[in-house]
């Protein structure tokens, strides 16, 4: 999440002539895509193929080790049968390079990577069937154990000591708040990270390492029909979420987001974790935060989109989607108590 001024605004001619300076491309197609922080464009050349040109936004693109990091991290887990996107190398043979442009408010510097293109449409326009839900969170489990055997010089700073989004960090919720002012779910959040702190904090030391995607959402995942009258998962998108945390905090952050695009939201977590075990087994402690941590994902969606409007109010729409359907599962997630779900989704 960017301070102002600081989200790329290009407009198609200079996409177009980024795209044949840097990768000697003929944009005949260009297309802008929907992002939270950076710019995203569709890009077909007269040559053939299609692609996705991401501009990173001015303040990320200052840390080109952690964006060099998360692009590995793709190609890698590519590699392994998971569907990523990875980079194309440009004229010089690097897969990045940080950039001087002017998008209306002065010159800045954005990082610029042509992606290659993932078929499909994102998980939150199809049914989410049980079978569906059971893929995802194999999916999840699957990417996350890649993730953990991956060798770079500069996986430290993956650490990110003081991430917003991660679910080590949900306390630095409690200065953002006052977004929430007179409204009744401003005590909802409060009693979650409350409840974080009392039964979170101290089990951590239980629960395993790895490296999260951190971002596991609905609009992340693509998906194709399959042979059999369902859906097979063809593309996981964005990692600029990445962090080093923990496996219970991927499977969390699936379930809540799964949540937000389902009519029944509380029968989503069985099936995920049903999917999730048949990888990778929780321990009890993993088994006995999962609720408060589900909660607390969604008390970050919530409080960290308004404040994201704050920043970017022409942005609204799209910061917020996940937030304005998480509200009600989120009162109805506390209300029914962390004995009931648990039994829904454990049972």
Same mark, same amino acid.
């Given at each position: 999440?960017?301070?102002?001024?600081?989200?790329?605004?290009?407009?198609?001619?200079?996409?177009?002539?980024?795209?044949?300076?840097?990768?000697?491309?003929?944009?005949?197609?260009?297309?802008?895509?929907?992002?939270?922080?950076?710019?995203?464009?569709?890009?077909?050349?007269?040559?053939?193929?299609?692609?996705?040109?991401?501009?990173?936004?001015?303040?990320?693109?200052?840390?080109?080790?952690?964006?060099?990091?998360?692009?590995?991290?793709?190609?890698?887990?590519?590699?392994?049968?998971?569907?990523?996107?990875?980079?194309?190398?440009?004229?010089?043979?690097?897969?990045?390079?940080?950039?001087?442009?002017?998008?209306?408010?002065?010159?800045?510097?954005?990082?610029?990577?042509?992606?290659?293109?993932?078929?499909?449409?994102?998980?939150?326009?199809?049914?989410?069937?049980?079978?569906?839900?059971?893929?995802?969170?194999?999916?999840?489990?699957?990417?996350?154990? $890649? %993730?953990?055997?991956?060798?770079?010089?500069?996986?430290? &700073? !993956?650490? @990110?000591?003081?991430?917003?989004?991660?679910?080590? =960090?949900?306390?630095?919720?409690?200065?953002?708040?006052?977004?929430?002012?007179?409204?009744?779910?401003?005590?909802?959040?409060?009693?979650?990270?409350?409840?974080?702190?009392?039964?979170?904090?101290?089990?951590?030391?239980?629960?395993?390492?790895?490296?999260?995607?951190?971002?596991?959402?609905?609009?992340?995942?693509?998906?194709?029909?399959?042979?059999?009258?369902?859906?097979?998962?063809?593309?996981?998108?964005?990692?600029?979420?990445?962090?080093?945390?923990?496996?219970?905090?991927?499977?969390?952050?699936?379930?809540?987001?799964?949540?937000?695009?389902?009519?029944?939201?509380?029968?989503?977590?069985?099936?995920?974790?049903?999917?999730?075990?048949?990888?990778?087994?929780?321990?009890?402690?993993?088994?006995?935060?999962?609720? $408060? %941590?589900?909660?607390?994902?969604?008390?970050?969606?919530? &409080? !960290?989109? @308004?404040?994201?409007?704050?920043?970017?109010?022409? =942005?609204?729409?799209?910061?917020?989607?996940?937030?304005?359907?998480?509200?009600?599962?989120?009162?109805?997630?506390?209300?029914?108590?962390?004995?009931?779900?648990?039994?829904?989704?454990?049972?």
């Amino acid at each position: 999440m960017s301070p102002k001024n600081t989200k790329p605004n290009l407009s198609h001619s200079q996409v177009s002539e980024i795209v044949k300076r840097l990768y000697r491309l003929t944009a005949s197609v260009i297309q802008s895509l929907p992002s939270y922080d950076d710019q995203n464009f569709y890009v077909a050349p007269s040559e053939g193929g299609e692609y996705i040109l991401k501009i990173m936004n001015s303040e990320d693109s200052k840390n080109t080790l952690l964006i060099e990091v998360q692009t590995y991290a793709m190609s890698v887990l590519q590699q392994n049968g998971i569907p990523a996107q990875t980079a194309l190398p440009n004229t010089s043979g690097e897969i990045m390079s940080l950039e001087e442009i002017d998008c209306g408010y002065g010159s800045q510097k954005y990082l610029v990577r042509l992606l290659t293109y993932l078929p499909g449409t994102t998980i939150s326009k199809v049914p989410l069937t049980p079978q569906l839900l059971y893929e995802t969170g194999k999916t999840a489990a699957k990417m996350d154990t $890649v %993730l953990k055997k991956m060798k770079h010089p500069h996986l430290h &700073v !993956l650490e @990110r000591e003081g991430f917003k989004w991660s679910l080590s =960090n949900v306390a630095l919720l409690e200065d953002y708040l006052y977004v929430l002012d007179g409204e009744p779910l401003l005590e909802v959040v409060k009693s979650v990270i409350e409840a974080y702190k009392s039964s979170v904090d101290p089990k951590r030391s239980s629960f395993r390492k790895c490296i999260n995607h951190g971002d596991f959402n609905d609009l992340n995942v693509l998906v194709q029909p399959n042979d059999k009258e369902g859906y097979r998962i063809t593309g996981i998108l964005d990692f600029g979420d990445m962090n080093s945390g923990y496996y219970i905090h991927e499977l969390a952050i699936t379930v809540m987001y799964m949540m937000t695009e389902h009519p029944k939201p509380i029968e989503v977590g069985g099936p995920v974790l049903a999917g999730w075990e048949s990888v990778l087994p929780l321990n009890e402690a993993e088994k006995d935060c999962l609720y $408060v %941590l589900v909660l607390s994902r969604f008390c970050q969606s919530l &409080v !960290l989109a @308004r404040y994201s409007v704050t920043l970017q109010p022409e =942005n609204e729409e799209y910061l917020m989607i996940s937030s304005r359907k998480g509200v009600n599962i989120l009162q109805q997630l506390w209300e029914l108590g962390k004995e009931q779900v648990e039994k829904l989704w454990f049972e």
